[in-house]
């Protein structure tokens, strides 16, 4: 069975959803679809195989008898033996000890998704009950704190289709997975707002960041709360919940007051239904982790070995969470949460009601929605002063590469769009924290967010994007003092780019450049040159809007677009000019800078032939003209030869794209794309000329690139080949092989893949522009369309109807003078 486009996920294509719930940089639950939950990571770090024993379980009761189940469909066959284990548990081979695995459950289930909603409808022929569970937390458009709370929300659908009434008891069952280590001083205790319980871990005396608290609130006036589970050994815990189940007892209990603590807790809501009937139950879930023991990065202080660094306190030492700022404890944000809970239902779904409400391909709508899950997963944190950090992705147990870094997080465009005062924030966090008085920026930031270290080489990439990226969010925002504010850090941070990899002032980056690949491109090429000019042009026009003088960006950013137009371009697609010879840079051999790349002997002679390992010289590079897109972007227009960017695309969707990767060498990192998958390669060598050893990660497939370069040829009319792309990314994510809400490359949930989100923007042709109050609109292939459109003030659906432009605002405002119809 092949999986539909923006569909539903069933039997084979519903093994491995999990899909994220949590607010931005507070931590993560995965529903998956079997309506277990998984992924529990709510201590501030990814514990992707921590999967405790919660559920929640129905007793129904009729003529027939009486029959109880979990509310999950049947287990997976791949964790019944090679399911992860959190460390320090059983792993499969000792029977699943410690899972819920054997109880009775529904025998079927289907999932789909309507982001930030996702449902689990279960069946069973034999259950006289028709059940589902719809699992969101917050998404609010304009509103980041909303949308940061470490909360979620289950909400049970119970149906009866037969002809007689039914007893129900539905119930969420939860062991006491808080509990940190040895000292046993965890405890349960009844909510302080509605009918709940919270499973609590007491801070310890030298250790604050084992203090946090999950509440569990059944909204439903019938609700009892059991906080004392039987306590004993062995087994005897999940047995005596499951005899209060299957004979459909609600207990209540009062939490424990003396002896060792209860292992878990339970919530009880008695039902009645009638024949035709549906009735709901509403389950809110939140946490409260308000310190942690993590800290990473160098940060300036530290290097020099000031006494800055050894005077800090505790808190400033260590993340802190936004949300711990906002909320006293965790019945303060359980408060919040019930209090609001109708509010944000609305407002989550009017958003997701205006983002699925439009003409775009299924798969592209997909595609980004997918992506958005990156923002509720252990990818993103989001600290005490509201301002937004990022891993690359998420390994199993820790985050996986820091510092938001530039050159990863260049190619994401869904916060600009959607939280456009966190992506402002991560500028500030580049110009200032980032970046020394020369000019210098380190492309990871520390957390807790403070001045970096400034010993390692710059990211040309990185850097030189965040000047194009400045200009975006002026562009979007429309603010110009905040940009006048910045504008120092960036004209300084570009003079350092100039000074040093194009000292001679040609243009392009001749000297060695740091890069996304994790190496040094020796030489111009059109992948990081082209980001040069980009950056060239957008200071030009920041300098002239200030009234400062850009005539000298202008000049530069002219020559090096005839530099890559007429020594770059091969007639089919840009290329890298290999130089090592003649430059102020010592050959790497030397030693003399501490270049990421080692030169043994065999390497030594082989850089005597090629030129220095991990270039790709006359290659067809996927990212070749990543300027050129990130110029769109931003709103810059073309930097290049349109017609020469177009060849170039169509270069890289004829060599690069494999719809069979069986006979494709991967010596590399091969999960990303294998067998008889398909995917865009990184580079191939079509003309001849592939290197010995060219740059470290050519022969893989990066989700990221595969929508760079999607959404650059659906923005200059290419829209079949765009889309073609997108399907043959999207086949591999299809709920068999992989979890569709979990695109991976460095790590899970990784940064780069919101670069989804510039389908929109490519598909549509549609972009605002704040500073001109003007709705620019491009020709597009069908006429009429509706699009989204995400501006710094509202959303809603803009397009062409009947052959006139239309704005359809759903929620805020969205102020424009004019419409601006292009080719």
């Not at 689990?120 to 719809?134: C, G, H, I, W």
């Not at 711990?324 to 779904?349: C, I, K, M, P, T």
């Not at 991560?426 to 920026?441: I, N």
Request: glycine share 10%; hydrophobic share 35%.
């Amino acid at each position: 069975m092949t999986h539909v486009y923006n569909g539903s996920y069933a039997d084979a294509h519903n093994t491995h959803i999990a899909f994220p719930l949590g607010g931005m940089g507070a931590g993560m639950i995965a529903l998956e679809g079997t309506g277990a939950l998984s992924h529990f990571s709510l201590r501030h770090r990814p514990d992707l195989a921590h999967e405790p024993p919660v559920f929640s379980a129905l007793y129904v009761k009729g003529k027939f008898g009486s029959a109880a189940k979990v509310l999950e469909g049947a287990v997976p066959a791949r964790k019944i033996f090679s399911s992860r284990t959190k460390k320090g548990m059983p792993g499969p081979g000792s029977g699943l000890f410690g899972k819920h695995y054997g109880l009775p459950r529904f025998a079927s289930s289907v999932f789909e998704a309507k982001f930030p909603f996702g449902t689990v409808r279960l069946s069973d022929p034999q259950f006289p009950v028709e059940a589902s569970v719809t699992g969101w937390s917050p998404f609010v458009r304009r509103n980041a704190d909303d949308s940061s709370l470490p909360a979620a929300a289950l909400t049970f659908s119970f149906y009866n289709p037969g002809d007689e009434p039914l007893e129900l008891v539905y119930s969420f069952h939860a062991a006491h997975f808080m509990a940190e280590g040895g000292a046993n001083d965890h405890r349960v205790r009844r909510s302080g707002t509605g009918t709940g319980f919270v499973l609590d871990q007491p801070a310890g005396e030298q250790a604050p960041w084992r203090a946090g608290a999950f509440t569990a609130v059944a909204d439903h006036p019938s609700a009892v709360a059991d906080c004392a589970w039987f306590r004993g050994g062995w087994f005897d815990p999940l047995t005596t919940v499951w005899d209060a189940i299957e004979n459909g007892r609600c207990v209540d209990r009062a939490p424990v007051t003396e002896g060792a603590p209860s292992p878990g807790a339970s919530l009880y809501v008695p039902l009645r239904l009638q024949p035709g009937e549906r009735q709901n139950v509403r389950l809110l879930l939140s946490w409260y982790v308000p310190d942690s023991d993590l800290a990473i990065g160098t940060p300036a202080s530290a290097a020099a070995g000031s006494s800055e660094a050894a005077g800090q306190t505790e808190a400033e030492r260590y993340y802190k969470p936004w949300y711990a700022g906002r909320f006293a404890d965790a019945q303060a944000v359980a408060a919040y949460w019930l209090d609001n809970y109708d509010r944000l239902h609305a407002e989550s779904r009017r958003f997701a009601d205006c983002f699925y409400g439009t003409t775009m391909p299924a798969e592209a709508v997909e595609a980004i929605a997918a992506n958005l899950c990156i923002l509720k997963s252990p990818t993103v944190l989001r600290q005490a002063d509201g301002r937004l950090w990022g891993w690359e992705g998420a390994e199993d147990e820790q985050g996986s590469c820091y510092g938001s870094c530039t050159h990863v997080w260049n190619y994401a465009q869904a916060v600009a769009h959607l939280f456009p005062d966190l992506e402002r924030g991560l500028r500030e966090t580049e110009f200032y924290e980032g970046q020394d008085d020369s000019g210098h920026q380190n492309f990871r930031v520390p957390l807790p967010i403070q001045p970096a270290d400034h010993d390692f080489h710059a990211a040309a990439d990185g850097q030189l994007g965040g000047i194009m990226k400045l200009y975006r969010e002026w562009r979007i925002g429309g603010d110009i003092a905040w940009l006048r504010r910045l504008w120092p850090q960036a004209r300084q941070s570009l003079r350092y780019c100039m000074d040093e990899w194009d000292p001679g002032r040609e243009g392009v980056l001749s000297e060695p450049h740091h890069n996304t690949y994790d190496i040094e491109f020796w030489g111009p090429n059109g992948m990081c040159s082209s980001i040069y000019i980009g950056a060239l042009k957008a200071a030009a026009l920041i300098a002239a809007a200030l009234g400062d003088d850009a005539s000298e960006y202008e000049a530069l950013y002219r020559k090096g677009r005839a530099y890559l137009e007429t020594e770059l371009f091969n007639g089919e697609f840009y290329e890298q000019r290999i130089v090592w010879e003649g430059l102020r840079t010592p050959a790497p051999t030397t030693g003399e800078k501490n270049w990421n790349v080692n030169y043994s002997t065999e390497a030594i002679e082989l850089m005597k032939a090629e030129g220095p390992k991990y270039q790709y010289g006359k290659g067809c590079l996927s990212d070749g003209v990543l300027g050129a897109w990130l110029a769109r972007m931003c709103g810059l227009g073309d930097i290049l030869n349109r017609d020469q960017v177009i060849s170039h695309l169509l270069s890289v969707y004829r060599y690069n794209l494999k719809r069979d990767l069986s006979d494709h060498a991967n010596p590399q990192r091969p999960g990303y794309a294998l067998g008889a998958e398909g995917g865009l390669l990184l580079c191939t060598w079509p003309r001849g000329g592939k290197l010995t050893l060219p740059f470290v990660y050519s022969n893989e497939v990066w989700t990221g690139i595969e929508y760079q370069v999607a959404s650059h040829l659906l923005s200059l009319g290419r829209v079949a080949e765009g889309l073609d792309i997108v399907r043959t990314c999207r086949d591999r994510y299809d709920g068999w092989r992989r979890n569709p809400f979990n695109e991976y490359e460095c790590g899970h949930w990784y940064a780069r893949a919101l670069a989804s989100y510039g389908l929109i923007q490519g598909w549509s042709g549609v972009y605002y522009d704040a500073v001109e109050r003007t709705l620019h609109m491009s020709a597009h292939e069908n006429g009429d369309f509706a699009s989204f459109l995400c501006t710094a003030e509202g959303y809603g659906i803009v397009g062409i109807r009947d052959g006139q432009p239309f704005v359809d605002v759903r929620s805020g405002t969205i102020q424009f003078d004019r419409v601006a119809r292009e080719d």
